[in-house]
């Protein structure tokens, strides 16, 4: 078996080989708990998750760190405005502590509904001040930062290749670009550290160095992932949106003090658009994995849809593709509990299915070879156990499934029990009545051998 994985730093489908023979860290930028996740965010989880079973697949133990952005993330990825943290405090009338809080308490049950495995670390921003403060410093001391009235920037024109990652050309920014700059040198430098404004009342804010305030949103990353998984680690992945920004100034950061490009991979996930707008948080108006749970939609149903679509493609979020996914999860589903345990995995099947997920996570054409196993002529519990095998990367909790207790309306289940009744009193010609009455209404009624 061997897996190839597509690099947006250099572009390419390339082989993967663990830094450390047998081990694997993977660096997943977390949620900003300001609000809920919507089923975009949680489509970039599906395909992190996806990767790191396909890791596991191919037998290495992987140290999966996801943070939890509970500071410094602004309004503007071109470090302006308010702080989303404070912003969605003030709209919910709440702390900004009680809502990160409650918001990472509600991610982490979204996580736990789409059978995402639980990364080895959670780190918090809030819980890594010190951290940040130790790397901003470093890079004072080598001389990558300067101050403004309002903060410590990052100098990007002091480090060769800025923006590689994202094919940024320099010169292009600064003649396209049209926003306030404030007291920064270039547009393409970025807060460390800001300043709380004078009389300021930021519920979150520390002391430093340079004076009272909170970080940046980028310098979290690469002082968390430096500290969970050293400063040159295998896979860091986000969504495609953090290419040109925070992934970009992570890597300047690091490089910086640690001359490393933080990851040997960059994977990105591409978006899921809703009536083809990109969906986001701050339009006020997203799904929730919890509204489709509340119109009846299974939590695997979603996770079936993302797996339809490459992740690398844009995929298109639409009642009719939701609906198609919840009925292709029911068949497989159905076929699944129909077949008895026992046998072994078909090698043939299996060694098909690997190497789709193993050639860049081809989870479509994955999802074909099982469609496949399913129709084949194997033995009932030779299918089931090839499946078993694909079901450690899909993650669809095939086996955990049991079909749904029948919902028997009251009206129904009053006149089933009259038709009982008749029945222990012998009246032949009402139990005959009342079951044609069922019958109409679309329910067969089964008697027993012993009544
Ligand atoms: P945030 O909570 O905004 O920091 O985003 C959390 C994750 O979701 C990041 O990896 C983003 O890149 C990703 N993301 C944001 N919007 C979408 C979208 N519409 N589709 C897929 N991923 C997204
Ligand atoms: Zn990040």
Redesign the pocket.
């Given at each position: 078996m061997s897996l190839a994985l597509y690099d947006t730093w250099s572009r390419t489908v390339r082989p993967f080989t663990p830094l450390q023979p047998g081990h694997v860290g993977l660096y997943c930028?977390?949620?900003?708990v300001y609000d809920h996740?919507h089923i975009?965010?949680l489509?970039?989880y599906v395909f992190e998750d996806v990767l790191r079973r396909v890791l596991e697949l191919n037998g290495y133990s992987v140290r999966h760190v996801v943070n939890i952005?509970d500071v410094g993330?602004l309004v503007s990825d071109a470090d302006e405005g308010e702080d989303k943290m404070e912003k969605g405090s003030r709209r919910a009338g709440e702390s900004a502590w009680a809502i990160a809080q409650r918001y990472t308490a509600a991610f982490q049950a979204d996580w736990r509904a789409l059978n995402l495995l639980e990364p080895a670390e959670w780190p918090r921003a809030t819980d890594h001040i010190p951290e940040q403060l130790v790397f901003i410093e470093a890079l004072e001391r080598k001389g990558f930062t300067y101050g403004t009235s309002d903060g410590i920037y990052f100098d990007t024109t002091r480090q060769d290749g800025y923006g590689h990652l994202a094919r940024l050309d320099r010169a292009g920014l600064w003649a396209g670009m049209r926003v306030a700059m404030g007291e920064k040198r270039n547009v393409s430098d970025f807060a460390l550290w800001k300043f709380s404004p004078p009389a300021s009342r930021r519920q979150m804010e520390w002391d430093s160095p340079w004076g009272r305030g909170f970080p940046g949103w980028h310098i979290e990353c690469s002082a968390m992932s430096a500290k969970y998984l050293g400063p040159w680690f295998d896979i860091h992945c986000?969504?495609?949106?953090?290419v040109a920004v925070h992934h970009s100034n992570e890597i300047a950061q690091t490089q910086a003090c640690h001359g490393t490009r933080l990851a040997n991979f960059w994977m990105h996930?591409h978006?899921?658009?809703l009536d083809d707008r990109?969906?986001?948080?701050t339009d006020g108006d997203f799904l929730r994995l919890q509204t489709l749970i509340d119109q009846g939609t299974d939590p695997m149903a979603y996770r079936y849809l993302c797996l339809s679509a490459h992740y690398r493609s844009t995929l298109r979020y639409t009642d009719e593709a939701i609906h198609a996914a919840q009925s292709a999860l029911d068949r497989l589903r159905k076929a699944y509990a129909g077949w008895p345990l026992g046998g072994t995995a078909d090698e043939g099947f299996v060694a098909r299915f690997n190497a789709e997920v193993n050639q860049d996570l081809n989870l479509p054409r994955a999802l074909a070879v099982v469609w496949a196993l399913v129709r084949s002529d194997l033995p009932p519990e030779v299918r089931r156990a090839t499946v078993d095998h694909a079901d450690t990367v899909l993650g669809l909790r095939l086996s955990g499934w049991a079909a749904p207790a029948l919902a028997i309306p009251e009206d129904i289940a009053a006149l089933f029990a009259q038709r009982q009744a008749a029945r222990d009193a012998r009246d032949w010609a009402q139990a005959d009545r009342l079951r044609a009455v069922l019958k109409a209404r679309g329910w067969q009624v089964e008697d027993g051998a012993s009544k």
């Open positions: 930028c977390g949620p900003t996740a975009g965010n489509r970039t952005t993330h986000g969504g495609e949106d953090h996930g978006f899921l658009t990109k969906m986001a948080k």
